[in-house]
């Protein structure tokens, strides 16, 4: 069965410090999203993707967080400086454009 | 905005023993209704959904079904067993590929 993968699982790193988180979605879908989850705290959308643009962001996805594909299987999330505050685990998913969407089995970054 | 609002956990319930954990949503329109289940380890799995009041979801012995009049969907299971153990997060999107809002998640434990 096809599913979504994550790189890496675990991410480390200095705050200030550029990261990229990788996903590549299940083949034939069409729309992109990442989520977040602070420990403890609910699930959060960040944003959505389709047709090579953001269809939709959260107040959370400000300057510092971008998305691309830059080619036809990945999907990442940049954030291009991080702060204490984005230690979270990170979820991809991907869907058809129907209601479900399909996730990730999550990078957990940790900003020191 | 859209909110979802689920039982607080953890949740310890016996082998066998009967399962409820309580979901409530508030939104505009007719939003598709859904519980993810996530594994200690693991990303979100999709358990059921509904797209439709008075629609039944069902899976692995779950179900779940969607109540307009008192904005509910309330996940039931008849017998628990140990495996089922895991956090289980009420979710509602609002349009066919949209953002999914979830609830705060409610762990489930569950002893032989």
């Known amino acids: 069965e096809p599913e979504v993968t994550q790189t890496p699982s675990h991410q480390v790193t200095q705050m200030g410090q550029e990261v990229i988180l990788r996903c590549v979605p299940i083949s034939n879908h069409l729309y992109f999203y990442w989520y977040r989850q602070i420990l403890g705290q609910k699930v959060e959308f960040l944003v959505s993707?389709?047709?090579?643009?953001?269809?939709?962001k959260s107040e959370i996805f400000d300057d510092q967080f971008s998305v691309e594909r830059p080619d036809g299987s990945n999907f990442t999330l940049k954030i291009r400086s991080t702060k204490l505050e984005d230690s979270a685990m990170y979820f991809c998913?991907?869907?058809?454009?129907?209601?479900?969407?399909?996730f990730g089995p999550g990078t957990r970054l940790l900003v020191l | 905005g859209d909110s979802v609002t689920q039982m607080e956990g953890p949740v310890t319930l016996s082998e066998e023993a009967f399962l409820t954990i309580n979901c409530t949503y508030t939104?505009?329109?007719?939003?598709?209704l859904f519980w993810y289940v996530q594994y200690p380890g693991e990303g979100l799995q999709l358990l059921l959904k509904?797209?439709?009041?008075?629609d039944k979801g069902s899976n692995k012995g779950f179900e779940a079904t969607y109540r307009k009049e008192t904005t509910s969907f309330h996940l039931e299971k008849g017998s628990v067993q140990v495996s089922d153990s895991a956090v289980y997060f009420c979710?509602?999107?609002?349009?066919?590929?949209?953002?999914?809002?979830f609830g705060g998640g409610t762990r489930l434990m569950v002893k032989p």
């Open positions: 998913a991907s869907g058809q454009g129907e209601e479900t969407q399909y």
């Open positions: 993707f389709y047709n090579n643009e953001i269809s939709e």
């Open positions: 939104a505009t329109g007719y939003p598709s």
């Open positions: 509904a797209t439709k009041a008075d």
């Open positions: 979710a509602l999107s609002n349009n066919a590929g949209n953002m999914l809002t």
